[in-house]
């Protein structure tokens, strides 16, 4: 399991949740047949992942399609598309877009702004017949995108899914096992004997404190063979602030299990923080567009602090002076979250 | 002839909510005797021996084992007792060896002394040819004894043993018994709960639980005499009545 665990993961999680557009179905509804409305479809169709059905004659059939999910978009050219555009110089167009996934749906409509943008460019360019100075574009903006310069979604996800690894190993096993312990009866055992209480807890601790450890540098090898995802920081660094991580969430998950009698519960209760955690940790949705009081329960979020040490030492190098601030609430964690878990534990019922 | 005494309890009593599981209790336990904890399921036995453990506490009542007050000196107490619970407790999924490993290591016994006492044991309870096999794969009789060698590994003053023959056939709990005696014999008191009421005539004294409360307390032969019968089984069901 050990083995198996991050390698599903990596490869499974880190492929599948990308927000990238792989294909959109895009509903053509053309009520003017005219020659501009034909170029501008054949504009949508050049875009690899625009696949163009234009065979719709209504918007109701159209929306048919958008219903039963057949489409993502629908294209509507009002019956005076090309002459409008003709006469008055300007003319427009309809885009429905199924907006469910609101994330999705910004990208296409972001994709179809940027191909009528396009269009109006070149029509420009031809009606006007002098390309070379106008139309009057003053600013043109070239990006370079630092860090992450392709873009590649998985660069982004592989080390967020590697934290959400870490932690799974950091809050579940250990909490089963000492709840393992009080089911099967051997806490018993271990009570009557003059076993302190923190040295009861750090025996649990240190064992999948190493397996976590060793369980990230797993994944971490699969991310940099199959994904080149490139670790531009010292591995130093990220195993000194995974180490660190670690000692707080398995703080929590013994401390959930001192207070759970079943596995059932440790389950229940673990999944409950794992869930917050997660979501809110940033490693799908940015944590700066989330409203204030959610970024302030995320300052007692160790995967928040922890996700943003992941990605800023594997994409952009960051060392420890960098990461203080992480640094010192992650240990501020780590040691509230062990100690309640000493605290809590009781050698008398 | 006096004997020191090395567990007292004065009035002890634990509730559960509205639930008395021990009511009152007060007896005392010599030291090296075999003493009996008689009862039916639920009178209340476990949670008795769990408190004297230090497992769990008295809702009142002063009770001292090992001559350490059993609110304030927890700890101390764990140091010199042992205890082997009625459920099989020792790790299944460790071998035999890893298991005494394990709790001398808890108990702070060195390791030369350890392997002296190791190979003893092993030999005592004939299990050297399977001393690195998983304790899960033994036959119950085997492990039961096993847990009470571990129990008195580290030479406790008292042991207490809940139910400690429970499911095994008579020949076992005969062996089982052997071993008892033994440790008695090396001057550890035992403190023995059990509803088999033949082994009741094996302890020095014994005293017969019912609801809660302590019905009778006193040697078997003089508890016998008490209630005009001829074995203990006639005892118990006249005082459990």
Redesign the interface.
């Known amino acids: 399991m050990i083995f198996v665990v991050p390698i599903m993961q990596m490869l499974i999680l880190v492929f599948a949740a990308t927000y990238d557009m792989k294909r959109i179905d895009l509903v053509v509804v053309d009520h003017d047949m005219s020659e501009n409305s034909r170029h501008l479809i054949a504009q949508f169709d050049g875009i690899p992942f625009f696949h163009v059905h234009h065979l719709e004659q209504s918007e109701k059939l159209a929306e048919e399609k958008l219903l039963n999910d057949e489409a993502n978009a629908i294209l509507v050219f009002p019956v005076d598309f090309e002459r409008n555009l003709i006469r008055n110089d300007e003319s427009k167009v309809q885009l429905l877009i199924n907006a469910i996934e609101s994330n999705s749906a910004q990208l296409i409509y972001a994709y179809s702004a940027n191909i009528i943008a396009d269009f109006n460019k070149n029509i420009i360019a031809e009606w006007k017949g002098i390309p070379e100075f106008t139309p009057p574009v003053k600013v043109e903006i070239t990006e370079n995108y630092w860090y992450n310069p392709e873009l590649d979604y998985k660069w982004f996800m592989a080390p967020g899914i590697l934290a959400i690894l870490v932690t799974i190993i950091g809050m579940f096993m250990s909490g089963m096992n000492l709840v393992r312990e009080k089911e099967i009866g051997t806490i018993e055992q271990l009570n009557v004997t003059p076993l302190k209480k923190y040295q009861f807890i750090i025996g649990k601790l240190v064992p999948f404190w190493i397996i976590g450890l060793f369980d990230l540098a797993f994944g971490l090898t699969i991310a940099w063979q199959v994904f080149d995802l490139p670790i531009v920081g010292s591995l130093f660094t990220l195993f000194f602030m995974a180490g660190i991580y670690l000692i707080g969430v398995l703080g929590l998950g013994l401390f959930i299990s001192t207070v759970a009698d079943t596995q059932q519960q440790v389950m229940f209760v673990s999944f409950f923080f794992m869930m917050i955690f997660v979501l809110m940790g940033g490693i799908f949705t940015p944590v700066e567009s989330m409203p204030d009081w959610a970024q302030s329960i995320n300052r007692l979020n160790p995967i928040y602090y922890f996700m943003r040490v992941m990605r800023m030492v594997i994409l952009k190098g960051s060392g420890v002076a960098d990461l203080l601030q992480e640094l010192v609430s992650l240990s501020i964690l780590g040691i509230t979250f062990l100690s309640l878990a000493i605290w809590r534990y009781r050698k008398t019922a | 002839m006096e004997k020191e005494t090395i567990i007292s309890a004065r009035n002890l009593t634990k509730k559960f909510g509205h639930f008395t599981a021990n009511d009152n209790l007060t007896f005392e336990v010599k030291k090296g005797e075999i003493f009996g904890f008689l009862g039916a399921n639920g009178a209340g036995k476990t949670t008795a021996i ?1 408190i004297l ?5 008295p809702t009142s009542g002063e009770v001292e084992v090992a001559g350490f007050d059993i609110y304030r000196e ?2 101390k107490i ?2 010199n ?3 082997m ?1 009625q ?6 999924d460790l071998t035999i060896l890893e298991n005494i490993k394990l ?1 001398a290591g ?2 702070g016994i060195g390791r030369k002394q350890r392997k002296t006492k190791e190979s003893e044991l092993l030999q005592k309870l004939e299990l050297e040819n399977v001393k690195n096999k998983l304790i899960g794969d033994l036959p119950l009789g085997w492990k039961q004894k096993l847990a009470f060698s571990v129990a008195i590994f580290h030479d406790p003053k008292i042991v207490f043993l809940d139910e400690p023959t429970g499911g095994v056939d008579p020949v076992t709990r005969r062996k089982f018994w052997d071993l008892i005696y033994e440790a008695a014999n090396n001057g550890i008191t035992v403190f023995v709960t059990t509803h088999y009421m033949d082994e009741a005539e094996y302890c020095d004294r014994v005293s017969i639980m019912n609801a809660g409360k302590i019905e009778a307390l006193d040697t078997p032969a003089k508890l016998k005499e008490k209630y005009t019968a001829t074995n203990m089984d006639e005892v118990f069901l006249k005082i459990a009545r």
């Not at chain 2, 453990?53 to 506490?57: A, K, M, P």
């Not at chain 2, 459920?87 to 299944?92: G, I, P, V």
């Open positions: 769990r453990c230090g497992l769990s506490s927890t700890e764990k140091k007792i042992g205890y619970s459920k099989f407790s020792l790790y299944e709790y808890i108990y």
